[in-house]
């Protein structure tokens, strides 16, 4: 994200594929820590200019 930008700002930031992108990276290595694997995409069902919300859907546990 471009911290230059005055349009990236508030409930902005949480859309921008710059921030997004990687923390749902992280997530999903998470996940896989944990052996769950994620079964479809995320959805971003939250977003204020403080906070955002993503729900990744119901995950199964890895069988191998």
Known sequence: MDPSAS???GAATWRDPVW?????AWAR???AVAG???VGPPEQVHVRAWS???RIPP?????G
Request: net charge neutral.
């Open 20 to 24: 997004l992108d990687p923390a749902l």
């Open 36 to 38: 769950r694997i994620v």
């Open 59 to 63: 995950t199964a546990v890895s069988s």
């Open 29 to 31: 290595g998470r996940l």
């Open 52 to 54: 955002t919300a993503v």
């Open 7 to 9: 349009d990236v700002t």
